[in-house]
């Protein structure tokens, strides 16, 4: 397995297998030990045992550092290179929103899933390649995987290079490394210590995957286990994960499984880098299970609300199972407390709740015992309703639902299985495949059975909704239909239904008691596979973020559970009525409208340029202005007068009635002054109430934000037009490198069909190297909707270009955070810039002719 090389001869091969002199590798090492890299230690045949982490610190000094005396610096500086996200690096100029092309670079290889990319630095990634060459189990799959690595000595850049297979054919995907934010450029790079800000004579270091292997195998793990590879789902688990299943019939399903939940396992670690609304409570009394505890509540949550316990699926984590499914959000909505249990990788493989193993799903004992102390924590710390606690979870999670269920169904009112298995479907691992990819079926008084054995509890009985697929492959649709007999039986009901209906399309069956009271519901979603069911459309009802296992199918399953619960039937802050006042809802700013001298018209194709002199003359045919009688920014007297006067052209003969469509008036048809009772009718509703100011709040007080200007346009005389707006970022300044991002935000009211148009200048600087980049985004809730990046190269636009009818359908019928933003970033002593100029910003509806 190892070469078990001193660090010595490990030196000494090294230079053989690099081309470099013995002598040189020596030097390197000498000036490792006295730059304080290196502990001093015994030389020659009694030195140390060479590690993956003393042959990385090695290679990266060989590699990256120009000269001997750079080698201390390099390492420093090299090993400490952040991932960076997977987008192109080819210099060049891209237009549009960035979202379409960061689809195009995956790598969820399982290599990149066992290094962590995301979070590792490079020296780190190094290091455990080198280890990974050790070990069979993970050798030829690094080798197949990894193409090489390469490390750039004229800026402070390294990268791996993985292969990826897609649509039949092998691609190469290049994870970078980069400096972090405030930290200091290696010497030669450093003016400050002589070095020179434009190396343009410095190379990049290649080194393909079969000499790093090479390497790899002459060093020497000395801590017990693979360090690497023990910090969660990763490749070498994956090939003994494979040989759990003993059922051959079972072994095709299960490495499916394994591949896509190494997907899951990828979209949820990303999110575990970024910000959660989750706060971890670590002393929560006795943990039996090692679980830990993660919690939401709402800010001004009351004594006495209701508590949701929701459980993640395997290889999830707390955070990316409330993400994808939305719990935190209906929390908000409908005001409760939510607690979210995590598994350790220590406990289970692949993160599962061990619902299978008998002492986690027995009462007071292992996790069951854990997530139980959990919930009295909760109740101790926020006063939950203890007769309003309910529990629900996702595959694992829904399995562990029913655990929680049966062994502790004096505390909860109600449950929701997704996805998961009936309670004690399962002893022992082998009967987890079996009960996963088959099923089995036992009669509805031998599930019952299995429940009232758990406690000594005789009821009242929680409610229970069970969700299923009936294409999933992972978990069988068998077990639902076992978990609705268990059920059943425990409530004496009858097997036949007492409702049966189509809800968003989908059927959905309820048993009632002789009261009437909904007690067990169920839901098929036809054709969906493995996972929780979203809505995730942004309307009333949806909640959740599709993503492995989220499938937006059109039904929102964490809100109809929470309907079926009874905790919708308070006012939500989403539904809530106009003048209705929801306790704990934060007050949002709504601005109606949002016009800086923009042309009404919307009739100029995107991309076209608008010279300078057009620009004056187009702010003054149309200065949409929120004033009396334009609420919206809408001329709405001027609108019913000209309709009125085109409906004269048709009533011209009528007996009574002049050409104009008036009988004893200016605008009054039939006697009847119709505007004046509309107008009327709209001051009484408070449209055009004053309060609604002026198109100048947009320009004057409504933008916020931080490197961008409202500058007064000098061609301009009207006091009352908006000024333009112009940002600056820079980057490379002096010792200020790093990614500079400046943007400016308005709230934006829009209606069912919105667009939105404006005319921009551009000069976006990034011509330094390959790596650095400049660009201008177009936001609406922090997701881009157009985009121009420049990755080591200028761009220019010296002319207006205009941008016209830009889609905002995804974001109709809410308020919006609308946001200009310019981004610069160095990673040399070089300055690279992003400006933007921005005018006449218009969003309104569009309409298409013939709509009703």
Same mark, same amino acid.
């Given at each position: 397995m190892s070469g078990g090389l001193r660090r010595y001869e490990f030196g000494e091969q090294l230079a053989g297998i690099l081309g470099e002199s013995r002598r040189d590798l020596r030097f390197r090492v000498t000036m490792m030990v006295s730059g304080g890299v290196l502990e001093p230690g015994p030389r020659g045949r009694g030195s140390p045992l060479a590690t993956p982490e003393y042959g990385a610190d090695l290679l990266i000094g060989t590699m990256a550092a120009p000269q001997q005396v750079h080698t201390v610096d390099a390492i420093r500086c090299y090993r400490e290179l952040m991932p960076v996200g997977p987008e192109g690096s080819a210099p060049g100029v891209v237009m549009g929103s960035r979202a379409d092309r960061a689809n195009r670079v995956s790598s969820s290889s399982p290599l990149s899933l066992a290094l962590s990319l995301d979070r590792l630095r490079f020296g780190e990634c190094l290091s455990g390649l080198l280890e990974f060459s050790l070990f069979e189990t993970t050798r030829e799959t690094l080798a197949n995987e990894l193409f090489g690595i390469w490390i750039n000595r004229a800026c402070p850049v390294a990268a791996l290079q993985i292969g990826i297979w897609s649509a039949g054919r092998r691609n190469i995907v290049t994870r970078r490394f980069e400096l972090p934010e405030g930290e200091r450029l290696p010497a030669w790079l450093d003016p400050e210590r002589g070095g020179v800000a434009d190396p343009g004579l410095f190379h990049t270091v290649f080194l393909p995957v079969d000499k790093l292997i090479e390497i790899g195998r002459l060093t020497t793990q000395e801590q017990k286990g693979i360090s690497m590879l023990n910090s969660g789902f990763n490749i070498t688990k994956l090939a003994e994960l494979v040989e759990m299943v003993r059922q051959g019939r079972y072994r095709g399903q299960w490495e499916k499984l394994l591949a896509t939940l190494a997907q899951v396992h990828a979209w949820a670690s990303k999110l575990d880098t970024q910000d959660s609304r989750l706060v971890e409570v670590t002393d929560f009394g006795p943990n039996p299970g090692n679980l830990r505890m993660f919690?939401?509540?709402?800010?001004?949550?009351?004594?006495?609300?209701?508590?949701?316990?929701?459980?993640?699926?395997?290889?999830?984590?707390?955070?990316?199972?409330?993400?994808?499914?939305?719990?935190?959000?209906?929390?908000?909505?409908?005001?409760?407390?939510?607690?979210?249990?995590?598994?350790?990788?220590?406990?289970?493989?692949?993160?599962?709740?061990?619902?299978?193993?008998?002492?986690?799903?027995?009462?007071?004992?292992?996790?069951?015992?854990?997530?139980?102390?959990?919930?009295?924590?909760?109740?101790?710390?926020?006063?939950?309703?203890?007769?309003?606690?309910?529990?629900?979870?996702?595959?694992?999670?829904?399995?562990?639902?029913?655990?929680?269920?049966?062994?502790?169904?004096?505390?909860?009112?109600?449950?929701?299985?997704?996805?998961?298995?009936?309670?004690?479907?399962?002893?022992?691992?082998?009967?987890?495949?079996?009960?996963?990819?088959?099923?089995?079926?036992?009669?509805?008084?031998?599930?019952?059975?299995?429940?009232?054995?758990?406690?000594?509890?005789?009821?009242?009985?929680?409610?229970?909704?069970?969700?299923?697929?009936?294409?999933?492959?992972?978990?069988?649709?068998?077990n639902a239909e076992e978990s609705i007999k268990q059920w059943l039986d425990v409530h004496g009901l009858s097997s036949d239904p007492a409702v049966e209906e189509r809800v968003d399309g989908f059927p959905r069956r309820v048993w009632q008691d002789s009261r009437g009271e909904s007690l067990v519901e169920s839901y098929t979603i036809t054709g969906m596979s493995h996972g929780q069911p979203l809505h995730a459309d942004g309307a009333a009802h949806s909640c959740g973020t599709a993503a492995p296992f989220f499938n937006d199918v059109g039904i929102s399953s964490a809100y109809r559970i929470a309907k079926f619960w009874g905790l919708s039937n308070g006012v939500s802050q989403r539904e809530a009525k106009p003048g209705e006042t929801v306790t704990g809802q934060s007050e949002r700013r709504v601005f109606e409208v949002i016009s800086m001298g923009a042309s009404a018209s919307g009739d100029t194709d995107s991309g076209h340029e608008v010279s300078p002199e057009e620009d004056d003359t187009m702010?003054?045919?149309?200065?949409?202005?929120?004033?009396?009688?334009?609420?919206?920014?809408?001329?709405?007297?001027?609108?019913?007068?000209?309709?009125?006067?085109?409906?004269?052209?048709?009533?011209?003969?009528?007996?009574?009635?002049?050409?104009?469509?008036?009988?004893?008036?200016? +605008?009054? /048809?039939?006697?009847?002054? !119709?505007?004046?009772?509309?107008? @009327?009718?709209? %001051?009484?509703?408070? &449209?055009?109430?004053?309060?609604?100011?002026?198109?100048?709040?947009?320009?004057?007080?409504?933008?916020?934000?931080?490197?961008?200007?409202?500058?007064?346009?000098?061609?301009?005389?009207?006091?009352?037009?908006?000024?333009?707006?112009?940002?600056?970022?820079?980057?490379?300044?002096?010792?200020?490198?790093?990614?500079?991002?400046?943007?400016?935000?308005?709230?934006?009211?829009?209606?069912?069909?919105?667009?939105?148009?404006?005319?921009?200048?551009?000069?976006?600087?990034?011509?330094?190297?390959?790596?650095?980049?400049?660009?201008?985004?177009?936001?609406? +809730?922090? /997701?881009?909707?157009?985009? !121009?990046?420049?990755?080591?190269? @200028?761009?220019? %636009?010296?002319?207006? &270009?205009?941008?016209?009818?830009?889609?905002?359908?995804?974001?109709?019928?809410?308020?919006?955070?609308?946001?200009?933003?310019?981004?610069?970033?160095?990673?040399?002593?070089?300055?690279?810039?992003?400006?933007?100029?921005v005018d006449r910003i218009y969003v309104r509806d569009m309409v298409a002719v013939g709509e009703n």
């Open positions: 919690t939401y509540a709402p800010r001004g949550l009351p004594t006495g609300a209701p508590l949701v316990v929701a459980l993640h699926g395997c290889t999830q984590s707390a955070s990316a199972y409330d993400r994808g499914a939305g719990w935190s959000d209906l929390a908000d909505r409908f005001r409760f407390a939510l607690l979210l249990p995590q598994q350790h990788w220590t406990n289970n493989p692949l993160r599962c709740f061990n619902w299978f193993r008998a002492e986690d799903t027995a009462r007071d004992s292992g996790e069951s015992a854990s997530i139980r102390q959990m919930i009295a924590r909760m109740s101790a710390d926020h006063g939950a309703d203890e007769h309003a606690v309910y529990v629900t979870g996702l595959s694992s999670g829904g399995a562990m639902t029913s655990v929680m269920l049966a062994t502790y169904p004096e505390v909860f009112a109600g449950g929701a299985i997704v996805a998961g298995a009936p309670y004690h479907a399962a002893d022992g691992l082998q009967e987890a495949f079996e009960t996963m990819f088959a099923g089995r079926s036992l009669t509805g008084r031998e599930w019952g059975d299995r429940v009232r054995l758990a406690s000594s509890h005789r009821g009242p009985w929680p409610k229970v909704s069970v969700w299923h697929g009936d294409a999933d492959t992972a978990v069988a649709p068998i702010n003054t045919g149309h200065r949409a202005r929120a004033k009396v009688g334009a609420p919206f920014g809408i001329d709405v007297r001027g609108i019913i007068g000209k309709s009125l006067g085109m409906a004269g052209d048709i009533l011209k003969g009528t007996a009574g009635v002049d050409a104009t469509g008036s009988q004893s008036g200016k +605008d009054e /048809l039939f006697g009847i002054d !119709v505007p004046g009772i509309i107008n @009327k009718s709209l %001051e009484l509703a408070g &449209t055009l109430a004053e309060p609604h100011g002026t198109s100048n709040g947009v320009g004057k007080s409504q933008w916020r934000g931080e490197g961008w200007e409202l500058i007064a346009h000098s061609a301009r005389t009207d006091p009352s037009d908006e000024p333009l707006l112009f940002g600056c970022a820079s980057s490379g300044n002096d010792r200020d490198m790093g990614n500079k991002v400046r943007s400016i935000s308005c709230e934006v009211l829009l209606g069912p069909h919105p667009t939105l148009s404006y005319i921009r200048k551009l000069h976006l600087n990034a011509a330094v190297n390959e790596y650095t980049k400049a660009r201008f985004s177009v936001l609406v +809730d922090g /997701l881009p909707v157009d985009e !121009v990046s420049a990755t080591g190269m @200028k761009h220019t %636009e010296a002319q207006w &270009t205009q941008r016209s009818d830009i889609d905002l359908m995804p974001f109709a019928d809410r308020t919006v955070t609308l946001t200009f933003e310019v981004s610069a970033h160095s990673n040399v002593r070089n300055e690279v810039s992003a400006k933007a100029w």
